[in-house]
């Protein structure tokens, strides 16, 4: 069975590997191997949409580090995996002050 895998990069990242040593995650192969052949070992996947908005270094504690990091990372990863990695890129919504 063909598998389609919709990462939401924000909480991928701030919610679950912020301070762990996790930043440069192998995303097909976590899903591949640690998850879908665990689950069902004959299902391949088919595409991984990775949701992400790109990060603006003045609200972030790395600043320009992790704009690059960041970068770096979606590179690598369409580099790798470019039939099954689809990058969907968003934007921040800031609050507005009153």
Same mark, same amino acid.
């Given at each position: ?9 924000? %909480? ?6 912020? =301070?762990?040593?996790? +930043? ?5 192969? *976590?899903?591949? !191997? ?11 996947? %088919? ?6 908005? =790109?990060?603006?270094? +003045? ?5 320009? *580090?992790?704009? !690059? ?30």
């Amino acid at each position: 069975m063909k598998t389609n895998y919709y990462v939401d990069g924000y %909480n991928l990242f701030y919610g679950c590997l912020k =301070n762990s040593p996790y +930043k440069w995650l192998n995303l097909v192969y *976590l899903l591949n !191997k640690k998850i879908l052949e665990a689950q069902s070992p004959k299902s391949k996947i %088919n595409k991984i949409k990775f949701f992400t908005a =790109n990060i603006r270094a +003045k609200l972030v504690t790395h600043g320009d *580090l992790a704009e !690059k990091s960041q970068r770096d990372y979606i590179r690598a990863m369409k580099q790798l995996y470019p039939e099954t990695i689809e990058v969907i890129k968003g934007y921040y919504s800031s609050p507005k002050k009153e």
